[in-house]
Each structure stands twice: as structure tokens, then as C-alpha cells.
């Protein structure tokens, strides 16, 4: 059970035996469902007058015991994704140039955001430069997703896509409590979104060594394939504009 927690197949066990109900969980995978799963097994303790042991497999961090820490990470997040991606649309830029704009960009905010986090907060732990790329990705799909809308369909495409990452991504990201806790399907709809991916995709190289990040891995790298192939697509129509002009 514990190998299956450290992997994030499941967020906790509960064993009933004649010395008592034993409670194995993972505060760092979620601090909402390591909460629910206590007051369940504490419940059958009681029930059956038996005494009740909970051992936490994978703490989350002493200063961040609620997980508000990681959770608070996914606003300014696609904040600053918008505002790469907005930026990047600014006249005299081809698609190259765009795209160079968001990568820079995303770099600058996922180095920051770590320092933040797992330097001065010490809120995280992992890898320091494993969580770095992990930010970026996250900061950077939003960013390549809003300056494709934009480069495709001017101030409207930047408010689609900002809106989308704000009034779904956010909300729907599961950060503060745990996907599998909200309706369904919205939780599944917010695992692919970028904030929903980030967060979960942080959680695992934070405190899990990587398990479980195969998923939003992939999910950031196509929010990045859709973003670059919509600024192919405007500069490929800005350039049949050009030389239709001509």
C-alpha cells in the first residue's frame, strides 16, 4: 500500500485487523483527502472501540501543513502566462520571435518562481531545477496558448484565452483540494488544462520523486504544440496577406 501512495496510484489506505484500524495517507498528495480519510478511520475506530494509528507516507511541508502554499501558486501562474502571451503579440514580431518571447519568458518566471517557493518560502521540496522546468512549462503553456489566440485573433483570442485559464483552469485545477473531489467530468476537464496539469505535475516532482507526472507532462507539452501551431498559422496567413498585398 505504501509503494502504491509513494506512486500516486492512491491517496491512502485503511486497514482494519483485531489490534485496531490502521490509516496509511499522503498529506502531500492532497491535505483535503488526507483530512477526509482520518475522520473516516477514526469513525471505524470508534465504531468498533478499537484504536486507531495514522501514519502520513508522504508529509507535506512543516511550514505548509493545509497545502495552501502550492495551492495559491496556480493564480499568479496563469497570470503571468497571460501576460507573456500578451506581450508577445506586440507588433514587429513574426511567429519565431512570439514563440522565442513566451520561452524567455516562461524561463525567467519558472527560475523566480522556485526561488520563491522551495528558497525563501521552502514550501516545496524536489529537485530545485526539475520544479524551475516544471514552472516554466506551466507559465509557458499559458503564455504560447494566449499569444496563438492573439497572433490568430487579435484582442479577442488574448480574452479567450485569458478567460478559459481563469474562469475554468483555475477553479477547476484541484490544487487546494484534489481533482477526484470535484463533479465529474470538470475534474477531469481541469487535469487538461494548464493550471490543472501544473499543479498536479509540481505535487509530483515536489514530493512524489516524479510519480505520476507522465500525464500533465504531456498535457503542458501539447498546450505548447497548440499555442506554437496557431503562430505558424498567423504568420503563414500574414504572410499570404503580405504578398497578396504586393
Do not use: C, H, K
Not at 53 to 69: F, N
Not at 94 to 104: E, N, P, T
Not at 186 to 202: K, M
Request: proline share 5%; no cysteine; hydrophobic share 55%.
Amino acid at each position: 500500500m505504501e509503494e502504491a501512495i509513494r506512486d500516486r496510484d492512491i491517496y491512502g489506505a485503511i486497514a482494519i485487523g483485531p489490534e485496531g484500524t490502521q490509516l496509511l495517507t499522503a498529506t502531500a498528495a492532497s491535505p483535503a483527502v488526507a483530512q477526509l480519510l482520518a475522520e473516516l478511520a477514526r469513525g471505524i475506530g470508534q465504531a468498533q472501540d478499537s484504536p486507531v494509528e495514522i501514519r502520513d507516507v508522504v508529509v507535506t511541508d512543516p511550514d505548509d501543513a493545509r497545502g495552501t502554499g502550492l495551492a495559491v501558486t496556480v493564480l499568479p501562474m496563469i497570470i503571468l502566462g497571460i501576460a507573456i502571451g500578451a506581450i508577445s503579440t506586440l507588433p514587429a514580431r513574426d511567429s519565431g520571435g512570439r514563440l522565442g518571447v513566451v520561452a524567455v519568458g516562461a524561463v525567467i518566471a519558472g527560475l523566480t518562481g522556485v526561488v520563491l517557493l522551495q528558497v525563501w518560502l521552502g514550501i516545496i521540496g524536489g529537485d530545485w531545477w526539475v520544479n524551475a522546468a516544471v514552472l516554466t512549462l506551466a507559465v509557458g503553456a499559458v503564455g504560447a496558448t494566449v499569444a496563438g489566440l492573439g497572433a490568430l485573433f487579435g484582442e479577442a483570442g488574448i480574452g479567450l484565452g485569458a478567460l478559459t485559464v481563469i474562469l475554468l483552469g483555475n477553479p477547476l485545477s484541484g490544487a487546494a483540494s484534489a481533482p477526484e473531489l470535484l463533479s465529474q467530468p470538470w475534474g477531469t476537464i481541469g487535469q487538461a488544462l494548464p493550471p490543472g496539469a501544473g499543479a498536479t505535475l509540481l505535487r509530483s516532482t515536489a514530493f512524489f520523486d516524479g510519480a505520476g507526472a507522465a500525464g500533465p507532462l504531456w498535457t503542458l507539452l501539447g498546450w505548447w504544440l497548440f499555442g506554437g501551431g496557431l503562430l505558424v498559422v498567423a504568420g503563414l496567413r500574414a504572410r499570404r496577406t503580405t504578398a497578396l498585398a504586393a
